[in-house]
Structures are given as structure tokens and as C-alpha cells.
């Protein structure tokens, strides 16, 4: 559809570190993809990003920005263009280079737990795990989500299970439901889908996905006795 109208795509790959979709690298699908290393992410530095491009005027106008409107090969203090500070730095980018290495490793140990999980929670009828997008291939497992049936007392479980010492994430809130963009006036349009999951859905964040798979037990269990009290 981009193609055919001359549009650009940016792929928001900032969570997807690993990923494929249809056996393609997620942030490669695009004509430039953003990846981040936020302290939540699979692959963190703290914070900073990383944003891989394929035609070269776009890199540079990229770099440009990042660099306080630099020009690449250009003098130290010549700004053809206005920019920002927004460069990772050498400290950074020796803590990530390093994981490059471990990265498989780690989306496969998260994803032995995640179908564990799966599992086990085929005793717990109340909860299912959310289906992974149609056309993934590899899902780098930043976090697993958890649907509760729509009787289920969502806040209820959130506190009862953090009780239990297996903190779960309310997740994403809808954008139309944010006092602030809808104070300034911000057009709010239906959205069925994200208000059901808003109502529903449950996280379970990376680093409990690291755990041994023998681990998901526990957390089924606990959800298990929640439910049943």
C-alpha cells in the first residue's frame, strides 16, 4: 500500500529485538526501522536506540539529527541543519555489541517458559495466553500476555497475585482515555479492540520469562488460587 501511493514506512521494532515476521528480521520490513534499549527492553543500555536504514540520503538526514545537525563528513562545528544530542554513546554500545552474542539464546529461554506456561494453564480455564500476530516466526518474547475471562476482576487479580509474589502489568492504557491529549482536544475515534484488552489483559514482564520453564508452574498455580478465592 505504501508503494503504490509513494508513502515511507517506519517500523516501530523498538521491543522486537530478534523477531521475524514470515522469516524476515522485524525492523527490516520497512524503509527504516527503530529499535530501543530503554532499561525494559530485551537488549538495554540504560536508554538510546538504534535506527537501521536503507537508502543512504535517509541515513544521513537520520545521523544529521542525531547529531546535533551535523553533516556526515562534515566539519565538527558546521550545521548545515537543526538537530539534536540523541547519540548513543561508546559506553553504551559496548554494553549491547556483547549481547549480540547471547540474544538467541535468551529469545529461546524466554520462549521455553512462555510454552510451559501455556501448558499449565490449560487448568486454569479462566486464563489463556493471547495468540502471537498472524505471520510471526519468531517472537522475541519481550513480555507474554495473558487474556482473563470478561467476568474476571482484573485490579483483583493484579494486587492478589503481587500478594502471591508474581507482580503481573496492567499494560498499555487506551490513547483516548489519557486526560492529557484529550484536554487538548485530541480527536478520540472507537477503539473496541485496545478498550477490551485494556480490560483484560495481563502482562508478565521479560525478566520473569527468563526463569527455568519448571518456574511456570508456580505462576499457573498462583493464578489458579486467585482465582479460585
Not at 505471520?135 to 492478589?160: E, K, P, Q, Y
Amino acid at each position: 500500500m505504501a508503494a503504490r501511493h509513494g508513502l515511507g514506512v517506519v517500523e516501530d521494532a523498538a521491543q522486537a529485538h530478534g523477531a521475524t515476521y514470515r522469516d524476515r528480521p522485524v525492523g527490516g520490513l520497512g524503509d527504516a526501522g527503530v529499535y530501543s534499549f530503554q532499561a525494559s527492553k530485551a537488549m538495554t543500555a540504560g536508554e538510546g536506540g538504534l535506527i537501521v536504514c536503507r537508502d543512504q540520503d535517509v541515513h544521513d538526514r537520520v545521523w544529521s539529527a542525531c547529531n546535533v545537525g551535523r553533516a556526515p563528513g562534515g566539519r565538527w562545528y558546521g550545521h548545515p541543519s537543526v538537530g539534536w544530542n540523541l547519540r548513543l554513546t561508546e559506553i553504551q554500545a559496548a554494553l549491547l555489541l556483547p549481547w549480540l552474542d547471547r540474544l538467541d539464546e535468551e529469545i529461546e529461554r524466554r520462549n521455553a517458559f512462555c510454552a510451559a506456561l501455556e501448558r499449565e494453564l490449560a487448568h486454569v480455564p479462566e486464563v489463556t495466553v493471547v495468540p502471537r500476530p498472524e505471520g510471526t516466526t519468531r517472537d522475541s518474547r519481550h513480555l507474554l500476555m495473558l487474556r482473563l475471562d470478561a467476568g474476571v476482576d482484573r485490579d483483583f487479580v493484579l494486587a492478589a497475585m503481587a500478594a502471591e509474589g508474581v507482580p503481573l502489568d496492567a499494560g498499555y492504557p487506551p490513547l483516548g482515555t489519557m486526560a492529557a491529549l484529550t484536554a487538548e482536544g485530541a480527536r478520540v475515534e472507537p477503539c473496541p479492540g485496545a478498550e477490551e484488552a485494556a480490560r483484560t489483559v495481563v502482562w508478565l514482564r521479560q525478566a520473569m520469562l527468563m526463569d527455568a520453564p519448571e518456574a511456570a508452574g508456580d505462576v499457573a498455580e498462583a493464578l489458579a488460587k486467585v482465582l479460585t478465592d
